[in-house]
């Protein structure tokens, strides 16, 4: 089967044995949930909303909502750590108003964007794994 294509601002998932492909992947984190049955339901976070698409603070919601009850093995996050704050997930950059400072990352942030992930999806923070990688695709299956 074609490995689930899955655009910035985009959620989706793969059936057990499948593969999500996440393209160009630059300033966006990509969010995998590895589910029990051996299924994969996914997040790819941006910076800044695409039209149409979901914002960085709308992402793990509809991730949440499309993995439901389902049991999680794990929850993997790749991308440009370096980029995002973890306050990207509660509040996205578009949503400031004027006069207000929007954070910006110090530099990576690794245990706090996973515990900005676990607190998204009702997940325990043992569960998130957090791995920077460069520019490009990424693929998980």
């Known amino acids: 089967a074609a490995p689930v294509r899955i655009t ?3 959620v989706a998932e793969a059936a057990p044995g499948g593969v999500l492909l996440y393209p160009s992947v630059t300033s ?7 589910l029990r049955d ?12 695409v039209p ?9 919601p509809a991730l949440r909502r499309l ?13 440009a750590v370096g980029a995002w ?7 996205a950059v578009e949503s400031y108003g004027e006069g207000e400072s929007v954070p910006f990352p110090s530099g990576p942030d ?3 964007i996973a515990k900005a ?20 695709d990424v693929r998980v299956g």
């Open 67 to 79: 993995v439901g009850q389902r049991p999680v093995s794990a929850v993997e996050v790749k991308g």
């Open 8 to 10: 910035e601002g985009q």
């Open 117 to 136: 992930v676990a607190e998204g999806l009702g997940q325990p923070a043992r569960k998130v794994t957090v791995e920077d990688l460069p520019d490009g």
């Open 52 to 60: 149409g698409e979901y914002r960085s603070d709308q992402i793990l």
């Open 28 to 34: 966006c984190l990509t969010v995998t949930v590895r």
């Open 38 to 49: 051996g299924g994969l339901a996914g997040a790819h976070a941006s910076l800044f909303q």
């Open 110 to 112: 690794a245990p706090g």
């Open 85 to 91: 704050h973890p306050g990207y997930f509660t509040k």
